[in-house]
C-alpha cells in the first residue's frame, strides 16, 4: 500500500499516477512507510488517507477527476453495464426472431407479450438497479482508496442492499415531475395554448432547479447508506450554495458529450463497424456519465463534509 504525497488517497504500489489527483510518481519509492507519510502530511493529508475524497470541485475539476475515475475503473463499469444489457438484449431478440418462428398466430404472439412485459419489466429492474449501484460502489472504492476494493460481482450482489431504495426514490422522482407537468396537459385539454405555454415555462424551469438539486441523490444514497429521502435532503443540502456551479459543469459535460455524439452517428453511418462503434460510445458514455456524477458529488463532500457510513 503506498499513500499518494500529494492528496493522500491509499493506492496500489504498481500505479505510476494518482487517479485520484493526477499526481506523478516517478522517482517515488513504492514502499515507502505508509504510517510515516501520514503522521508527517498535516491533517488534510490524513483525512484523505484515511478514506476520504480528494476531488476538487469545479467544471474543469469534476471533468478531470470523473476522467480520471472513468478510467481507472472502467473495466468493472463496462462489465456492469453490460450486466445492464443482457436481459433487453436477450429479450429482444427471443420476441424479434424466436418467438415469430415458434408462434405463427399474431393475436398469440400478442398475448405472450402482454403476459411477458411485467415479467421483463421486473427482471430488467432487478438487473439494471444493483448494476447501477454496483458502479457507485466501484466510483467510491477508487475516489476514497485509488483502487477497486470490490470485484464486479461482489459490487453487484452488495447492491442489492439498495435495490427497494433506490427503486423508491426513483418512483417518487418520477411522481414529483408527473405532478409538475400535469397543469400543462390539463392546459392543453382544455385548449388554453397561451396557458399551457406558461406552465410550460414554468414546469421547465421547476425541473430544471429541482433535478441539479437532486442531481446527486443517488451516490449519497450510495456512498452515505442513506433512506431514500433523507439522500434527496443530502443532495439538497451539498447543492445548496453551489447550484450554478454544478448547473453549468452538467451542461458543460452535456455538450462535450453531444459533440463526440454527432460524430458516432456519423460513423454509423458504416454497415457493421458503424453499430459495433454505436454501441459501444453508449456503454462508455453511460458509464462516463455515472462517474461524471459520482465526480460532482465527491467535489461538493469536499466543500461541505462527509455524512455517517452504515
Known amino acids: 500500500m503506498f499513500i499518494c504525497p500529494s492528496c493522500g488517497a491509499r493506492l496500489n504500489e504498481e500505479l505510476q499516477t494518482c487517479p485520484v489527483c493526477g499526481a506523478s510518481f516517478e522517482g517515488l519509492d513504492p514502499y515507502t512507510q505508509t504510517e510515516g507519510l501520514i503522521d508527517d502530511a498535516g491533517p488534510e493529508v490524513a483525512?484523505?488517507?484515511?478514506?476520504?475524497?480528494?476531488?476538487?470541485?469545479?467544471?474543469?475539476?469534476?471533468?478531470?477527476?470523473?476522467?480520471?475515475?472513468?478510467?481507472?475503473?472502467?473495466?468493472?463499469?463496462?462489465?456492469?453495464?453490460?450486466?445492464?444489457?443482457?436481459?433487453?438484449?436477450?429479450?429482444?431478440?427471443?420476441?424479434?426472431?424466436?418467438?415469430?418462428?415458434?408462434?405463427?398466430?399474431?393475436?398469440?404472439?400478442?398475448?405472450?407479450?402482454?403476459?411477458?412485459?411485467?415479467?421483463?419489466?421486473?427482471?430488467?429492474?432487478?438487473?439494471?438497479?444493483?448494476?447501477?449501484?454496483?458502479?457507485?460502489?466501484?466510483?467510491?472504492?477508487?475516489?476514497?482508496?485509488?483502487?477497486?476494493?470490490?470485484?464486479?460481482?461482489?459490487?453487484?450482489?452488495?447492491?442489492?442492499?439498495?435495490?427497494?431504495?433506490?427503486?423508491?426514490?426513483?418512483l417518487l422522482l418520477g411522481l414529483t415531475f408527473v405532478l409538475i407537468t400535469a397543469p400543462i396537459w390539463l392546459a392543453v385539454a382544455l385548449e388554453a395554448g397561451g396557458v399551457a405555454f406558461l406552465f410550460g415555462l414554468g414546469a421547465a424551469v421547476a425541473i430544471i432547479w429541482l433535478a441539479v438539486r437532486w442531481s446527486v441523490l443517488f451516490p449519497a444514497l450510495v456512498a452515505e447508506d442513506r433512506p431514500g429521502i433523507e439522500s434527496m435532503g443530502r443532495s439538497a443540502e451539498l447543492v445548496s450554495g453551489y447550484w450554478w456551479l454544478v448547473f453549468g459543469a452538467f451542461v458543460v459535460f452535456g455538450l462535450l458529450v453531444f459533440g463526440v455524439a454527432l460524430v458516432v452517428s456519423a460513423l454509423g453511418l458504416i454497415p457493421i463497424v458503424g453499430q459495433i462503434i454505436s454501441i459501444a460510445f453508449q456503454l462508455l458514455a453511460g458509464t462516463l456519465a455515472t462517474a461524471f456524477t459520482f465526480a460532482i458529488y465527491a467535489g461538493l463532500v469536499g466543500q461541505k463534509g462527509r455524512g455517517h457510513y452504515g
Do not use: C, K
Open 47 to 170: 483525512r484523505d488517507a484515511a478514506g476520504e475524497y480528494s476531488i476538487g470541485l469545479g467544471v474543469s475539476e469534476s471533468i478531470g477527476a470523473a476522467f480520471r475515475l472513468w478510467t481507472g475503473a472502467l473495466g468493472q463499469l463496462v462489465l456492469l453495464a453490460l450486466i445492464q444489457m443482457v436481459l433487453p438484449l436477450a429479450f429482444g431478440i427471443a420476441m424479434a426472431v424466436i418467438l415469430p418462428a415458434l408462434v405463427q398466430d399474431s393475436g398469440a404472439v400478442i398475448g405472450i407479450l402482454v403476459i411477458l412485459g411485467p415479467v421483463l419489466l421486473a427482471g430488467m429492474i432487478a438487473v439494471s438497479i444493483p448494476a447501477t449501484i454496483g458502479m457507485y460502489l466501484i466510483l467510491d472504492d477508487h475516489a476514497r482508496h485509488g483502487g477497486p476494493r470490490r470485484s464486479v460481482n461482489q459490487a453487484f450482489v452488495e447492491g442489492y442492499q439498495y435495490l427497494w431504495r433506490y427503486l423508491g426514490v426513483s
